[in-house]
């Protein structure tokens, strides 16, 4: 399943999301959902213990000059990338 979060990690309950994801989900972070990517934040801690895969999109970082500050958990994708993530996982969970 595809997990992806569109709202600031500051708006949404993080703790709420991590109990729906299972192992070998991907979870992708966009628009204002890429501030949970940044370095040494504190919603990091919440994915230590998963076995999901993390994206962020790479548009929506450089969109938000955060392009140096993602954390090397999550892996940094194109719009291409994305589609291809969608195609991959049938089902799909927006946050």
Avoid: C
Wanted: no cysteine.
């Amino acid at each position: 399943m595809l997990h992806i979060l569109m709202s600031s990690p500051f708006k949404t309950n993080i703790d709420y999301i991590v109990k729906f994801l299972n192992d070998f989900d991907d979870f992708l972070a966009l628009q204002n959902g890429v501030l949970i990517a940044l370095k040494n934040n504190v919603f990091l801690r919440h994915f230590k213990k998963k076995k999901v895969t993390l994206f962020v999109l790479q548009e929506d970082i450089i969109a938000r000059g955060l392009e140096y500050q993602v954390s090397k958990i999550f892996h940094i994708i194109n719009y291409t990338q994305f589609v291809t993530l969608t195609v991959k996982n049938k089902h799909q969970m927006k946050w």
